[in-house]
């Protein structure tokens, strides 16, 4: 089964990160992508732009509206994600919780839904 494991953290917090500690969390999510990668369960993963590089899209009454910026505020923003495949969802938690982000952020993990 696949799995969507979204990454949230603050920007803000991102943002006072200082070079080496940018270096280090970057080598992180290396090495994890690689040993998922290894392991098979990797599909997909990106990290995104910040929030601020975002358009909303809604349509009402068949008007498409667009707002510059994420669809809420919130403390953390969604900042990546990794596509995976894993025998159940207890895997899928564990794989979640070795991604870096975990460690200060929060990773939630959707199953994708399958269609018959």
């Known amino acids: 089964m696949q799995y969507l494991l979204l990454i949230y953290r603050s920007e803000a917090e991102l943002g006072k990160m200082d070079a080496a ?3 280090q969390m970057t080598a992180e999510y290396g090495a994890f992508t690689q040993s998922i990668i290894q392991s098979g369960h990797f599909k997909a993963g990106d990290g995104l732009q910040p929030s601020t590089t975002a358009t909303t899209v809604r349509v009402r009454d ?6 510059d910026g994420p669809f809420a505020e ?13 025998k159940d969802l207890d895997t899928a938690l564990g794989i979640a919780a070795r991604i870096p982000g975990a460690k200060d952020g929060s990773i939630e993990v959707r ?3 399958i269609y018959d």
């Open 111 to 113: 199953p994708i839904m």
């Open 74 to 86: 919130t403390r953390e923003q969604l900042g990546g994600y990794y596509l995976v495949e894993a």
């Open 21 to 23: 500690a940018r270096k």
């Open 62 to 67: 068949g008007k498409v509206m667009t707002t």
